[in-house]
């Protein structure tokens, strides 16, 4: 009988408002650039790693190919920020509570969000278009949060569709 109960009645738990990250203010979706941006260290460590491999052992096919898969994978995996009335999340990575950030700049589509004391500076890569809109958003939720009130309507920051050069 349980395998009959339908699936649309399945609610994710992190959807709701009773989740202990907050409700869901903004999805901010990264473009391939700056997904590129994102793991360039990643990528950097890879191809060094392959290039010891070539000077070891000669060119091999096999493991060019995995690394250009893999970085294929790596760039080409869907991912966004998540910023909720009471903090921020990469992806499925570590949630940030807008308490631990002092303030925010912004320039050439970097974000950073100033951290409080010894924390650790965050930097949200989007594009130059999306970083207009979520500054003013990021500043406010950080200032509300500091009051110890969330904004009294959810702010929503548009997705821009990311246009492809001819």
């Known amino acids: 009988m349980l ?14 408002t009773a989740d202990p990250e907050g409700a869901v203010v903004a999805r901010v979706r990264v473009g391939w650039r700056e997904r590129l941006l ?4 990643l990528l950097a460590g890879g191809a060094a790693l392959l290039l010891a491999d070539v ?17 294929l994978l790596l760039v080409g995996m869907p991912l966004h920020y ?18 631990e950030f002092a303030g925010v700049s912004a320039d050439h589509g970097q974000i950073r969000l100033k951290p409080v004391g010894g924390e650790r ?26 009051r110890g009130v969330g904004p ?15």
């Open 3 to 16: 395998l009959n109960f339908p699936v649309r009645h399945v609610v994710l738990s992190h959807m709701t």
């Open 38 to 41: 994102l793991h360039t260290g």
């Open 121 to 146: 500076l965050v930097t949200l890569r989007v594009s130059r278009t999306q970083a207009a809109d979520l500054e003013s958003v990021l500043r406010r939720q950080i200032w509300a949060s500091y």
């Open 152 to 166: 009294r309507r959810p702010t929503i920051v548009p997705d821009h569709p990311h246009r492809r050069s001819a």
């Open 82 to 99: 998540t910023l909720t009335d009471r903090g921020i999340r990469l992806g499925r990575a570590g949630f940030r509570r807008w308490t």
């Open 55 to 71: 000077a070891i052992r000669g060119p091999r096919p096999v493991p060019l190919d995995l690394f250009l898969l893999g970085a």
